[in-house]
Structures are given as C-alpha cells and as structure tokens.
C-alpha cells in the first residue's frame, strides 16, 4: 500500500508481488484521502478542466470542505 500512495504504478507493484494480472493487486490497493487530494490539486494545475475553471474563476473545491469530502468519497 505504501508503494501504491508513493506513486508506483500499480502493475510495477503487481510485478514486484509476483501477481500475474494487476487486477488481483488492485483488491489490495486502495486511494486513500491524500492520494485523491493530490490526483485532484495536479489535474488542476495541468489544466484539466480549464474551461470549466475560465468559466468560474475556480474550482468548486477550492475553500469547501464539505466538497472535499465528497470528491474524496467521505461525505
């Protein structure tokens, strides 16, 4: 799990285990909240979503924590 949250793709880590299919691994891997937060604060400085950013001036996340516990499956 720790090498999944340091950012390893998860079929190097299937092959580090001796998996032969990444999807028996991903029984095993889970995002957790911090690993969501960062997926979510890179989309938004690679500029995905830009058009909807231009549009709004900012994300909807950006100073609401009710949202981002519910983008992170928590609320």
Same mark, same amino acid.
């Given at each position: 799990?720790?090498?999944?949250? /340091?950012?390893?793709?998860? #079929?190097?880590?299937? %092959?580090?285990? /001796? ?6 691994? &991903?029984?095993?891997? &889970?995002?957790?909240? #911090?690993?969501? &937060? &960062?997926? +979510?604060?890179?989309?938004?400085? !690679?500029?995905? /979503?830009?058009?909807? %950013? #231009?549009?709004? !001036?900012?994300? +909807?996340? +950006? /100073?609401? #924590?009710?949202?981002? !516990? !519910? ?5």
């Amino acid at each position: 799990m720790h090498l999944y949250q /340091g950012g390893m793709p998860l #079929e190097a880590i299937a %092959l580090f285990l /001796g998996h032969e299919d990444p999807v028996v691994t &991903r029984v095993y891997a &889970r995002a957790d909240t #911090e690993m969501k &937060r &960062r997926v +979510i604060e890179e989309a938004q400085v !690679k500029g995905v /979503g830009v058009e909807y %950013l #231009e549009a709004d !001036k900012s994300a +909807i996340w +950006i /100073g609401n #924590e009710d949202m981002i !516990k !519910k983008l992170c499956g928590l609320g």
